[in-house]
């Protein structure tokens, strides 16, 4: 089955600076990858999304990167702020239009300092 | 604005009891997925249906662990007896035809003493 690997496990920077989490994947077939958003106590939510035929996607101060012949792909956040702090979790699925289930990295937690 | 619906969103109860957790879908939402979330092992997929069919269940361990859809609106996950290694934060989520999104619910909080 597919295997997702994520890292850092942990990332501190200063707000205002840029951070980068990054994922591999097994399956070159996997096709849909989305990365989740969970702030303390509270449930994951989308943030950003990227299918296989796409090799960046960009929303304001967030952008994802998939390259598909390395099999990964990376989140980038720029201009950090405060409320950006929390465990962001990468993810991989064979989906090609209707929800499909998906495999998890182990999270990356961030922690943007003042 | 249509969510995911879990309850209870906390559970705490003794090894050996039965615990019965609950999710509403976002209505026509037709897949719906139970994750398991631990510090250890991160967020695990137990079991998952579609059209109210079970698709994949090989995340779930069998002999104590059952999940079924009565109907559309309700996706049930039962853990039978309960131990104190099923202590997690268990969520649901559901998902569309139309585009592969997952939406969960706020999760249960399971402790079992």
């Known amino acids: 089955g597919e295997n997702v690997e994520q890292h850092p496990s942990t990332l501190s920077v200063q707000e205002g600076d840029s951070a980068v989490i990054k994922c591999t994947y097994s399956d070159s077939a996997s096709n849909y990858f989305p990365w989740y958003k969970q702030e303390l106590g509270k449930r994951p939510q989308l943030i950003i999304d990227?299918?296989?035929?796409?090799g960046e996607k960009k929303d304001q101060r967030i952008a994802v990167t998939l390259n598909k012949t390395a099999k990964h792909f990376s989140l980038h956040i720029t201009e950090t702020q405060p409320e950006d702090s929390a465990v962001y979790f990468c993810?991989?699925?064979?989906?090609?239009?209707?929800?499909?289930?998906?495999?998890f990295g182990t999270g990356t937690r961030l922690q943007v300092t003042l | 604005d249509a969510r995911v619906t879990q309850t209870p969103r906390h559970k705490v109860t003794e090894m050996g009891q039965e615990v019965t957790m609950r999710c509403q879908p976002i209505l026509g939402h037709n897949t719906v997925f139970w994750y398991r979330q631990t510090m250890m092992q991160g967020l695990e997929l137990l079991a998952y249906?579609?059209?109210?069919?079970?698709?994949?269940d090989s995340g779930m361990p069998k002999d104590r662990f059952s999940a079924e859809m009565p109907d559309a609106t309700l996706a049930t996950l039962k853990i039978q007896p309960s131990e104190p290694r099923d202590s997690a934060v268990y969520f649901c989520a559901s998902g569309s035809e139309a585009k592969n999104i997952q939406y969960f619910g706020a999760g249960t909080r399971l402790s079992v003493l």
């Open positions: 993810a991989a699925s064979l989906g090609t239009g209707t929800a499909s289930k998906l495999t």
């Open positions: 249906f579609r059209n109210r069919a079970p698709l994949d």
């Open positions: 990227i299918r296989s035929n796409v």
